[in-house]
């Protein structure tokens, strides 16, 4: 395989790999790596058109780049918020978690205060943030959940009505989002939106497969 050959098909990977990036650095990154390897090959083919498009491309994507980094530099998180992004959502950059986190809600809960009731509409999924909650279903306690869990995502997931009643026992603090903020987020955020349905769908299998039961 001569050298125009194998840049050629190095490129095309690059291009290919390029769109399995949900964070717009890696995507980014990777086109303008995909554009200057399409420029070595038409440097080696002496295909100017090729050269000149891809550099042209290659300065946009690299242009975009930068202002992506500045941007998340720019955002400032707290040591709380750091830790959360971490341990909740591990594949966002600081831009991305500060995008989903900022069109949430938090709320301080008494004790005994409800978040949502069995057989009502639940417009909202939320985030344990500190402290634990009861969940009572069918008249019986069922479970107390802690930092890290969701509620409200079964009623999110399905687009029916809170299958349990979910009370704070003692003081809690969560984080709240609205429902169609959260559908709305997919086109603001893509990256976002995914990883906050990734959450959705670790917390759902973990409470199918009995292993929620109690928040150490």
């Known amino acids: 395989m001569d050298a ?28 303008v790596a995909t554009s200057a390897v399409f420029i070595v090959y038409g440097l080696i083919a002496t295909i100017w058109s090729v050269v000149w498009w ?15 980094v500045r941007d998340q530099r720019r955002v400032q998180l707290s040591d709380s918020e750091e830790l959360l992004r971490d341990q909740l959502f ?32 639940q417009g909202t999924v939320a985030v ?23 509620v409200g995502e079964r009623t999110f997931v399905s687009g029916g009505v ?14 709240e989002w609205d429902q169609e903020k959260l559908a709305a987020l997919s086109s603001l955020n893509p990256a976002a939106a995914a990883a906050f349905r990734d959450l959705i769908g670790r917390d759902l299998a973990a409470k199918l497969t009995g292993r929620v039961t109690r928040s150490e």
Request: net charge positive; hydrophobic share 45%.
């Open 54 to 68: 891809n550099l042209a491309f290659g300065l946009s994507h690299a242009l975009q780049l930068g202002r992506t």
């Open 90 to 121: 591990p594949g966002l950059d600081r831009l991305e978690f500060f995008t989903l986190w900022s069109l949430g809600v938090e709320r301080e809960l008494a004790d005994g205060q409800s978040i949502c009731r069995e057989g009502e509409p």
């Open 128 to 150: 344990i943030l500190a402290g634990e909650v009861v969940v009572h279903q069918g008249g019986r306690t069922v479970t107390t959940m802690g930092q890290g869990r969701l």
């Open 4 to 31: 125009g050959t194998l840049s050629l098909n190095i490129a095309y990977v690059f291009y290919v790999g390029s769109s399995l990036f949900r964070s717009p650095v890696k995507l980014r990154a990777a086109l």
């Open 162 to 175: 809170a299958n349990a009643d979910v009370g704070a026992q003692g003081a809690v603090r969560i984080r």
